[in-house]
């Protein structure tokens, strides 16, 4: 759990860091062997890594929201909250289009406010979003620890029963009858 947390903190400065308080792509690590030769390592804390010349730009990926929202109902440490509603301030400012839809950012290294780009990505409604929203509802009802699973767009499916697919309570409870 420990390397969890500290994984989870490591994508959240990725967003803080940024000018934006958006995360780039990806991220280089200001190691000895990424520097140039004669370079010396940035001084001071924050200066451990920059945004990938090459991938600056964000398209709402749904990765540290998902960490996010499961540390906190593993831990129920509110940090996880906060740190989710600041990533969902950031899209706010600057993804959130005029028409109520969201786009990716061009370049999260860039201070002044920019137009998103004309492209929203599927996971974004179904997975980011959505996480980002289950993390603010302490209510929601949904128990990871005890039979709630999440497939890979982030749907809560309650029970996979014996063939591995989804099917509702009272079918389950049919096919395990009849299976005996």
Known sequence: ??????????CVQMYDRMPSGLAPEFVQFDTATSRP????RSAGKGNDFRAAGSAPFNILRPETAESL??????????????WAWRIFEAFEARCA???????SYPDVRDRRPRQPDDRMESFFLAETLKYLYLIQDPDHGLDLLNGIVFNTEAHPLTDLGPSGLHISPDLSKDVRQRAR
């Open 69 to 82: 929202f499961v540390l906190h109902e593993l831990t129920r440490d509110p940090i996880y909250r906060d």
């Open 37 to 40: 030769p004669g370079a010396r």
């Open 97 to 103: 289009t005029p028409l109520g839809a969201f786009g």
């Open 1 to 10: 759990l420990d390397l969890a947390k500290s994984l989870a903190y490591t």
